[in-house]
C-alpha cells in the first residue's frame, strides 16, 4: 500500500498519464461526491481522476493532513476553484500491489461541491 499511496502523491506532482493508468487497477471503483452511481472500471476511474486533475490542477491544491490504516488512507485536501474554498478528502483503497481499487471524493461545504460539480461537467464534455 505504501508504494501505492507513494506513487499517487508521484502523479499528484507531475500528472504523468501513463503512471495514473499503471496506479488504477483495472476493477477499480471511483465514487464522486456529485454522481448517485459508483463509477466501476479502470477507464472510467481513469475518466474522472483525469477531469478532476483538470478541474484542480490551478496551483492551488494541497493535501494537508494524511491519515493511513492498512490498505486505506484518508487524504484532507484545500484548493480553490473561481474565488471558493474548497475543502475536501480522498479516501483510497489499495490492493496488495499498490493499486487503487476503490476512490472515494467528498468535498464541502455546499457552494464548493456546485462548483466542482459545474467544472467537473465541463472537463467530462471535452472527453
Not at 83 to 98: A, P, Q, S, Y
Amino acid at each position: 500500500m505504501q508504494l501505492g499511496l507513494a506513487a499517487w502523491h508521484r502523479y499528484m506532482l507531475d500528472s504523468d498519464p501513463a503512471l495514473l493508468e499503471e496506479l488504477i487497477a483495472p476493477d477499480a471503483v471511483f465514487h464522486s461526491p456529485v454522481v448517485h452511481t459508483p463509477q466501476e472500471g479502470r477507464e472510467k476511474v481513469l475518466m474522472y481522476l483525469t477531469a478532476a486533475a483538470g478541474v484542480f490542477g490551478n496551483g492551488t491544491f494541497a493535501y494537508v493532513r494524511e491519515l493511513v490504516d492498512g490498505p486505506e488512507a484518508c487524504l484532507e485536501f484545500t484548493a480553490e476553484i473561481d474565488g471558493i474554498k474548497v475543502n475536501g478528502i480522498d479516501l483510497i483503497r489499495f490492493d496488495l500491489e499498490g493499486r487503487i481499487i476503490d476512490f472515494k471524493v467528498m468535498v464541502r461545504p455546499l457552494k464548493a461541491i456546485n462548483a466542482v460539480w459545474q467544472k467537473m461537467a465541463e472537463q467530462l464534455e471535452n472527453t
